[in-house]
């Protein structure tokens, strides 16, 4: 547990730790949370927060989110921006899993229009959205059209029939992102990934089916504006990512990174998951090339299922997709380095800015943002726990503080084998379904995994963002089924 | 058992110790606490297909890295899951090299209960080194 006293409040959910902490550190680190969720962070954040603020170039503050628990290298909910000419670039601000992220589609359907076919729905998810250790994509690709689709993202996608224009526009950097070049990924990492197209993974990756009940709308307007625009309306969320190729890409180049950023750059980090170069060396470069191809990889894996889910709802309705108002909100990344253009102190400069389990969070005028959402804001993707609940949040222009960053999900307070010994998967199914959640899953042991209690109070988090003005609530989703790997 | 989960290293992913008298031993169980996080009864992957492998790294904690990434490769590559048939660890020219023998069979939710991925092995507290008994080993693996 952390010791208050080892920051400075700035505001009701805000606390600093300066820089006087730990020698090297260049700015101070600054956490987002409310008090109890606090006082409830791991001593390893403000170790790693702490880290992060000794890399070269980075810019104001280390943040983490309010969400944020311990990990490697950068904690999870770590975000820092670092100057594109003399900052580094560390894949250990990315993580593994590059481009984990949300995606959330919305029906014109109502919770009575889905319950009597809910479980059909759920089994039918389950058994086409492949999921769990080992499992096969539902596209065969050779390694070549691999290539081009890590190049091309969603892109890819639509030009081989499985994305509408417009799930393009309502994805972050419209689903492709720039410079990708396959030739700097391994071949390695590519007999990794090509087979894994549209598989949904393990662990904490799922697929939710939710509903809106009228009193978990906080702001009617801008909920309208996101396509929630009925009472009981039900919801599709899900939550994966580049799969085995991004895990690849970036333990290849950890491992490039730890071998020259001494000798050749004279850097030393005190966790080798913070290895660093240069972002403008060739390194760097190569990395920043490769990281965009797994950036791609998981908006085209998401893309995949999302067109998976619009089959499965339109064999069991027997409705076109686009007649069941199957259309994409949004999707949002959560493990990436991008480049973007932000006001220091009066002055524009363009930052590397990582995040690690951190959501991007534009506000309103942007111009990365899509003509539909250039007005309200960037929507934000918030996953809580299968138990608990979720949200649809809305990028303010306030959340300029943290260079628009905000949190991901509800963040684990239990570690795996604790959830395990105090959770059984079978029994927490059926208490699930007796709650109105039904679950399948490929294995009850990895169920367990993800019981509720082992998160924090996703309510907690997403009111501490909203505290400290890095985002605002517009929606609460209920979980009603749910696809776990 | 030669390898053991610990709780306070980590909250969201998995951490480990294995210990060894010999490398060649620790290996085998830095291999086993691996694989089980992903199959816990090892017992049930049968030894029908093999794959030889060969690393060579100067220093024995990354070789032990690339050797438990090679496991998780297979995983995704070929869907296989693969035990530790054989492994010799040899050192000369500054340098260690790895020769192994790996058994197993392809992941099938029917036979296996196969409870959730690793996605990495991460560098974070990763720690090779020679105790009075043997050889010790920390990895935390990412989930």
């Known amino acids: 547990m952390v010791q208050i006293k080892t920051a400075k409040r700035i505001s009701q959910a805000l606390w600093e730790i300066p820089t006087s902490y730990k020698p090297g550190m260049r700015v101070p680190a600054r956490i987002y949370a409310g008090e109890k969720l606090f006082e409830q962070m791991e001593d390893g954040i403000i170790e790693q927060i702490t880290n992060v603020a000794l890399l070269p170039g980075i810019v104001d503050y280390a943040f983490c989110m309010p969400d944020g628990h311990w990990g490697y290298g950068f904690p999870i909910g770590g975000a820092a921006a670092m100057d594109t000419r003399d900052g580094v670039i560390s894949p250990g601000g990315i993580g593994f899993d590059i481009n984990c992220g949300m995606r959330l589609l919305r029906t014109n359907l109502t919770y009575d229009e889905v319950k009597p076919k809910l479980e059909h729905l759920v089994d039918t998810l389950y058994k086409r959205v492949p999921a769990g250790v080992g499992a096969k994509g539902i596209v065969r690709l050779s390694k070549d059209d691999f290539c081009n689709l890590v190049e091309q993202g969603s892109k890819w996608c639509h ?268 029994k927490l199914q059926q208490d699930m379904k007796r709650r109105g959640i039904y679950v399948r899953c490929v294995s009850h042991a990895g169920l367990a995994e993800e019981a509720g209690p082992a998160y924090k109070d996703i309510d907690a988090v997403v009111e501490s963002t909203a505290q400290a003005g890095i985002s605002k609530p517009v929606v609460r989703f209920i979980p009603i089924g749910n696809v776990k790997g | 058992m030669p390898y053991t989960y610990l709780d306070n290293l980590t909250t969201a992913d998995v951490a480990f110790q294995a210990t060894g008298e010999t490398p060649e031993e620790m290996f085998i169980s830095a291999a086993q606490a691996t694989m089980a996080v992903m199959v816990p009864d090892l017992d049930s992957i049968d030894n029908l297909q093999t794959r030889r492998i060969y690393l060579k790294d100067d220093a024995i904690d990354m070789l032990l890295f690339q050797f438990l990434q090679e496991l998780i490769f297979f995983k995704d590559a070929e869907s296989l899951l693969l035990k530790v048939e054989s492994v010799k660890i040899e050192q000369g020219n500054n340098q260690y090299e790895l020769s192994a023998e790996l058994g197993g069979e392809a992941a099938d939710p029917d036979k296996h209960e196969l409870v959730v991925d690793v996605k990495a092995v991460t560098l974070h507290k990763f720690q090779v080194a020679q105790t009075p008994d043997g050889w010790q080993a920390v990895v935390i693996l990412d989930i």
């Open chain 1, 159 to 426: 030009k081989n029939g499985y994305a509408w224009q417009e799930d393009l526009e309502r994805t972050e950097h419209s689903g492709c992102i720039q410079p990708a070049d396959s030739k700097k990924c391994t071949q390695k990492a590519i007999e990794r990934g090509f087979n894994q197209i549209g598989t949904l993974g393990s662990g904490n990756h799922y697929l939710e089916i939710q509903v809106v009940r009228p009193e978990n709308v906080f702001d009617k307007e801008l909920a309208q504006a996101f396509g929630i625009d009925r009472p009981d309306q039900v919801v599709i969320m899900f939550h994966c990512g580049s799969r085995g190729f991004g895990h690849q890409v970036a333990t290849d180049y950890l491992q490039t990174f730890l071998k020259v950023m001494g000798p050749k750059y004279g850097l030393n980090m005190p966790d080798r998951e913070l290895a660093c170069t240069p972002f403008q060396s060739p390194e760097g470069q190569d990395y920043f090339r490769a990281m965009n191809c797994a950036i791609n990889m998981a908006f085209a894996n998401r893309q995949m299922i999302a067109h998976r889910i619009r089959e499965v709802f339109s064999d069991i309705f027997h409705k076109d997709p686009h007649d069941l108002g199957l259309e994409q909100v949004y999707d949002v990344a959560h493990n990436t380095a991008v480049i973007e253009k932000h006001s220091v102190r009066g002055k524009q400069r363009e930052l590397l800015v990582h995040r690690k389990g951190a959501t991007r969070a534009f506000g309103p005028g942007r111009d990365e943002l899509p003509p539909i959402y250039r007005k309200t804001g960037q929507p934000i993707i918030i996953g809580g726990s299968m138990e608990t609940g979720s949200y649809l949040l809305v990028g303010i222009e306030s959340g300029d503080q943290s260079f628009f960053t905000t949190a991901h999900g509800s963040g684990r307070t239990m570690s795996r084998r604790q959830a395990k010994r105090q959770f059984r998967g079978d």
